[in-house]
């Protein structure tokens, strides 16, 4: 079942949301600040988060900002939950990146039904067990890659920075951003191992490996 955290600094109202989606079948964790909320989400990346706007630490829309500027959790669903009423409020929060909102007061089948509907079309949109790009095709579930279906042996790290690459197809994806998604936030290394993991994955993938586009002084991109 779906993984979803919960960010709310009103303990009455994170309990009422944590009972309500659990019953529902779903794992639930639950932060009252930003703070803890980023060091969970470094573990493990969400189905989807359910965002209070007024937090102690930092503001709601500000977190929206950042998850989506980040490749591991940029489309990953968010709800945002506030008391403001304002039209504009709730349009801001869409504009920047938000899936969907919740004004306070809300009934319980609201939330339910609002984070069922967005599980459904996000799952809709996904297709995580394979993915695939011209003559390329990752298996995520069996660790497998193919190129013109014929078996593309590749370590760990390779198979873990072609996903990568996949999963954001078309987007510039930053240097420092693959080394803490791929290597790890305490990764000390010379940058130049992501340049010769790069080098010997784009030989492996043959002819395929030219869509790989360097791009100077950022990153890498997947086309």
Known sequence: ?????VVEDDVNIR????????????TIE???????????????????V?????????DGLEIVKKLRKKAETRRVPIILVTAKTSEMDKVKGLDIGAD???????GVMELISRTKAL????QNMSEEKFLTLGDIVLDDEKRMVCINEKPCDLT??????????????????PREEIMVRVWGMDYEGESRT???HIKTLRQKLGESGSRIKTVRNVGYRME
């Open 1 to 5: 079942m779906a993984l979803i955290y």
């Open 15 to 26: 309990e009422i949301e944590c009972f309500a989606l659990k019953n529902s079948g779903y």
């Open 30 to 48: 639950d932060f009252e600040c930003a703070k803890d909320f980023y060091l969970k989400v470094r573990e493990r990346v969400p189905d989807l």
């Open 50 to 58: 359910l965002l209070d706007i007024m937090l102690p630490d930092e």
């Open 100 to 106: 969907d909102y919740l004004t306070k007061p809300f």
């Open 119 to 122: 599980l459904r079309r996000s």
């Open 156 to 173: 760990y790290k390779e198979f873990e920075l072609l996903k990568m690459l996949l999963q954001n197809a078309g987007i510039v994806i």
């Open 194 to 196: 992501l340049d010769m």
